[in-house]
């Protein structure tokens, strides 16, 4: 069978090339503008990170988890950081290579399964940028572990977090369907649901898991937002549907 990392990465592919609003580049202009200290990332759906979450970039090394896009990268760079990008898609990280060839800064590009031990040294990075990603992951703890390893002390986890809500409800938002955990590797209607909206292979994880994940990997959680999706009648209701949180390497 064939590992359904691959699987998602062709998927994410295909929709970057059919315009999926995680897969733009940034333009120039929201470079320069970064340069001149107007900027803003995501690592949910809407809901802008508080500057303070990242202290100063200058000179910080910063990886990109899961962050391949030409999105959130090109900003950090814009600010004096050191960028390393990890991601499975080829496209996601084509774009990362012709925004920072356009813009002329230095960027480690890495084709890595983040399923996978990280290809870093213990203590490398000073921050971590994680967007949402992780439901494309069957099992999230072993990437709290890898982590915390690869941060240095009083390194920073940024990660964005999807809450499970979205698994369980049909196309219109308007009826439960599934229950909870939302897993296709183990149950064919979660599969066959996935394959009729062209999803990839994308998985449920508890608060336990994500929250606790990271709690028994090491880290001090010191904040924790939420978001909703970007559209849909969930959104309309104002229900939360993810969750940014910051995390500290003692």
């Known amino acids: 069978m064939e590992p359904y990392q691959d699987i998602n990465a062709r998927a994410i592919d295909r929709w970057a090339a059919e315009g999926w609003e995680?897969?733009?580049?940034?333009?120039?202009?929201?470079?320069l503008k970064a340069r001149q200290?107007?900027?803003?990332?995501?690592?949910t759906p809407n809901r802008p990170v508080p500057r303070d979450w990242f202290g100063n970039l200058e000179d910080k090394a910063v990886l990109?988890?899961?962050?391949?896009?030409?999105?959130?990268?090109?900003?950090?760079?814009?600010?004096?950081?050191?960028?390393?990008?990890?991601?499975?898609?080829?496209?996601?990280?084509?774009?990362?290579?012709?925004?920072?060839e356009r813009e002329g800064y230095p960027i480690a590009i890495i084709r890595g399964d983040m399923t996978r031990l990280l290809p870093f040294d213990d203590g490398q990075f000073d921050l971590i940028f994680h967007p949402v990603s992780n439901c494309y992951v069957e099992e999230v703890e072993p990437i709290f572990r890898e982590c915390f390893r690869v941060l240095k002390p009083g390194g920073i986890l940024l990660c964005g977090l999807d809450t499970g809500i979205n698994f369980i409800v049909d196309e219109r938002e308007e009826c439960l369907v599934f229950g909870l955990p939302f897993n296709p590797l183990h149950n064919a209607e979660h599969k066959?649901?996935?394959?009729?909206?062209?999803?990839?292979?994308?998985?449920?994880?508890?608060?336990?898991?994500?929250?606790?994940?990271?709690?028994?990997?090491?880290?001090?959680?010191?904040?924790?937002?939420?978001?909703?999706?970007?559209?849909?009648?969930?959104?309309?209701m104002n229900i939360p549907s993810f969750i940014l949180t910051r995390a500290v390497k003692p």
């Not at 995680?22 to 470079?31: A, K, L, R």
């Open 22 to 31: 995680w897969g733009q580049p940034i333009s120039h202009e929201v470079y």
């Open 37 to 43: 200290g107007e900027w803003q990332v995501v690592l």
């Open 64 to 100: 990109g988890l899961a962050s391949g896009g030409g999105q959130q990268m090109p900003v950090f760079a814009a600010l004096g950081a050191r960028c390393t990008v990890l991601d499975y898609s080829p496209r996601q990280l084509e774009s990362e290579r012709m925004v920072s």
């Open 192 to 236: 066959k649901s996935l394959e009729a909206s062209d999803g990839g292979v994308q998985f449920s994880h508890t608060l336990e898991e994500q929250i606790g994940g990271q709690l028994k990997a090491g880290f001090i959680m010191t904040h924790l937002l939420e978001d909703t999706n970007s559209e849909g009648r969930l959104r309309l």
